[in-house]
């Protein structure tokens, strides 16, 4: 049997400009993947969302006033308390404005409208035969998950980059309960500033697993926060002004970083200063001194310093 999960990427991925009267509702790369063979009809494949409310302002209120199908994937008290930051599950059509509003972004982030969630990622895309009422009993078994010692954690799946990193640790039999009425998963991810990628993840055809149940793993533990340090250094690429030839490089280094337990953002500042004024070949050496915890990251990096000849930079 193949692997169990198939991923087709879409890389170097723009979003639709704001225009007025445009009539395009997602990028010509992703038509295929979202809106092929799309239909209403019963046994058709449809297109639906899952989207965060907690990181859109007004979602609810805009998918009322659209008339999109949409369901609340919390319930009971949770509902009542978090309504508004939960995650709501939408159809969406190929001429919906909403669709298009998702898949929307202006030149600079500082520009964009409330409207214009493409740089937000608050959610994914699902294709799927199935009905509305059906995908929501699926998707609220995946709201909140158990590890490994039985505690109960809830789980923000439908953050992009989450969800693609941990499908890629889930066992065969995890992989064909997710994807039980998903025909794929389209997840919209931010690699790199102003850079983004399309994940198409869907179950391998011959799939054959029993169905089981979603367990977070250590593996699945460590590849969601892997995400997190790859989006706070990105965050800090943005917020400290680094220059876009060096995002690679940055983000690299602080992801690395952080796993040995560095993440104050003046270390990951400076330890980018340093390393990339040292030849590469010398960077196994340091990476080994890092990897060891035996010291600071001050003092690794002021020994650099000295044994280079490197003049001190502020970050």
Not at 208 to 226: I, S, Y
Request: hydrophobic share 45%; with cysteine.
């Amino acid at each position: 049997m193949s692997r169990p999960l198939v991923i087709d990427t879409i890389v170097d991925l723009h979003p639709l400009a704001h225009a007025l009267g445009a009539t395009d509702t997602v990028p010509a790369p992703l038509a295929p993947a979202l809106l092929a063979d799309h239909g209403t009809d019963a046994g058709q494949t449809r297109l639906y969302a899952v989207l965060d409310a907690a990181q859109a302002t007004g979602l609810i209120d805009m998918l009322e006033n659209q008339e999109l199908p949409h369901t609340c994937l919390y319930s009971g008290k949770a509902m009542e308390n978090m309504g508004d930051l939960s995650p709501w599950l939408v159809e969406l059509n190929p001429d919906d404005r909403m669709l298009r509003d998702l898949m929307t972004a202006t030149d600079s982030p500082d520009t964009d409208a409330p409207w214009h969630f493409w740089r937000r990622q608050i959610g994914i895309f699902l294709r799927s035969d199935a009905s509305l009422e059906t995908l929501r009993a699926h998707f609220r078994k995946y709201t909140k998950l158990r590890d490994e010692a039985g505690d109960t954690f809830f789980l923000r799946f439908f953050e992009p980059d989450f969800l693609a990193a941990m499908m890629g640790q889930a066992s065969a039999g995890e992989i064909a309960g997710f994807f039980g009425p998903l025909h794929s998963v389209i997840a919209i991810e931010q690699p790199r500033p102003e850079v983004w990628a399309a994940n198409i993840l869907s179950a391998a055809p011959d799939l054959d697993a029993a169905p089981e149940p979603m367990v977070l793993t250590r593996r699945k533990w460590r590849a969601m926060q892997l995400v997190e340090y790859n989006r706070n250094a990105r965050r800090l690429c943005v917020e400290r002004a680094i220059p876009e030839a060096e995002h690679q490089a940055f983000v690299a280094t602080a992801v690395r970083l952080q796993t040995h337990g560095f993440s104050h953002e003046t270390n990951l500042m400076d330890a980018h200063h340093v390393l990339s004024r040292i030849a590469p070949e010398e960077h196994p050496a340091i990476w080994r001194t890092i990897a060891s915890g035996e010291h600071s990251m001050g003092f690794i990096l002021f020994k650099l310093r000295e044994h280079y000849g490197l003049g001190r930079k502020s970050a």
